[in-house]
């Protein structure tokens, strides 16, 4: 059983940026895919960024491409998110989660993934 720690989030000004960070313990994430996605009051988890195992690729949301950046430490068994320029409807809590089931090219679908952290509140204000 792998259990991930999400921390980095907060309250920032619109334009602003903030660095989530995922920690990963109990067994390595090194061999797999992992996800950000975000889920606002009322609303559906909504995928935001996923990276594959190796780290060479990359694929993002439409509602931040061009603003955030996934990464990944495997030696240290994290994995980032870089947030630049936010605005108010980025406001969430952040998941970080796990890939253990099916393609990467599934990266997308909640269903693929199997661990979770217990996310971390970003707050974007006007």
């Known amino acids: 059983q792998v259990q991930l720690v999400e921390s980095g989030g907060g309250l920032v000004q619109t334009g602003g940026s903030l660095r989530l960070s995922c920690a990963a313990s109990?067994?390595?994430?090194?061999?797999?895919?992992m996800g950000w996605f975000r889920q606002a009051p009322g609303k559906e988890r909504e995928f935001v960024a996923a990276?594959?195992?190796?780290?060479?690729?990359?694929d993002y949301g439409d509602s931040v491409k061009g603003r955030f950046t996934i990464s990944r430490d495997n030696a240290k068994d994290t994995v980032y998110l870089q947030m630049n320029s936010l605005k108010p409807e980025d406001t969430a809590v952040y998941y970080c989660?796990?890939?253990?089931?099916?393609?990467?090219?599934?990266?997308?679908?909640?269903?693929?993934?199997?661990?979770w952290g217990q996310g971390t509140q970003v707050t974007v204000s006007s």
């Open positions: 989660a796990v890939m253990t089931r099916g393609y990467y090219s599934e990266y997308s679908a909640l269903g693929a993934y199997d661990y």
């Open positions: 109990g067994r390595t994430i090194s061999n797999h895919a």
């Open positions: 990276i594959s195992w190796g780290g060479h690729s990359t």
